[in-house]
């Protein structure tokens, strides 16, 4: 005798989603005439070989357009190399690609700089003694492990970027705060701002000096930080390979592996 077919239907399992990777922009368009950092020259475009002159060099029907820039490298959103502060640091060419590349980021907020707050979240340990409404100080980065990571500090101050109120009043790391991230050995930082440094004081450049000296990159002028996690996020920031240069733009991004209902 065959045994009685059961009294209920197995239930399915349940989906758990699969997994997509979702990517952030977080560099500023460079365009003609962008001003970037106040005193600095702006970018100019000119045509090469324009598409009407081009023809005469191709089959019918095919066109192409050249195009040459000139530029200053600290135009847009730009990695500093250590050789743009120290005669005998590395340059663009020399810097490693699993330093740039697929880093894991740890991303601190400080929400309400530029007079809107920043949409990411910040972990219940990092409180405002650390910021005091323009320096970052050692204490925003509490007890955190940051060995080998970007850390990326979002002011929200990149809603000003290309206006006036942008050169001014910009938030900055402070001296004690990039002596802490030297410490901790991170591989990276960058900042949603006019520089690492403070522009307004007596012209030194103690964040500058400490992590370009210690071989950690710096990346300034990102945008749309706010949106990212506290952790989570893996950040690419790659210059071209320029021997004998220390600051080039980069298209930098954030991957975020979020799940989706399957």
Do not use: C
Request: glycine content about 12%.
């Amino acid at each position: 005798m065959l045994p009685a077919p059961p009294s209920h239907t197995p239930r399915e399992p349940e989906s758990e989603g699969t997994m997509s990777r979702q990517f952030v922009d977080l560099s500023h368009t460079i365009t003609e005439g962008l001003v970037t950092y106040p005193g600095l020259p702006v970018p100019t475009f000119e045509p090469h070989l324009t598409r009407e002159d081009s023809r005469s060099h191709y089959a019918p029907g095919t066109e192409f357009r050249m195009d040459i820039i000139r530029m200053i490298g600290n135009t847009g959103t730009y990695l500093d190399s250590p050789f743009h502060r120290y005669e005998g640091g590395g340059d663009l060419s020399t810097l490693a690609l699993e330093t740039l590349a697929e880093l894991p980021a740890v991303v601190f907020q400080f929400p309400g700089v530029a007079g809107t707050p920043t949409a990411g979240p910040s972990p219940e340990d990092q409180s405002e003694p650390g910021f005091d409404g323009r320096g970052i100080t050692a204490d925003a980065f509490g007890t955190e492990d940051l060995r080998g990571t970007a850390v990326l500090l979002s002011t929200g101050w990149d809603a000003h970027f290309a206006t006036p109120e942008y050169l001014l009043g910009a938030p900055y790391l402070t001296e004690d705060g990039a002596r802490t991230l030297v410490e901790r050995g991170v591989a990276l930082v960058g900042i949603d701002s006019l520089n690492i440094d403070n522009t307004e004081g007596t012209g030194a450049r103690p964040a500058h000096s400490l992590l370009l000296d210690a071989g950690i990159h710096v990346v300034e002028h990102l945008t749309n930080l706010g949106g990212l996690p506290f952790r989570g996020a893996r950040f690419t920031a790659v210059p071209p390979k320029v021997a004998g240069f220390g600051t080039f733009p980069v298209r930098a991004f954030a991957t975020v592996d979020a799940r989706t209902e399957g």
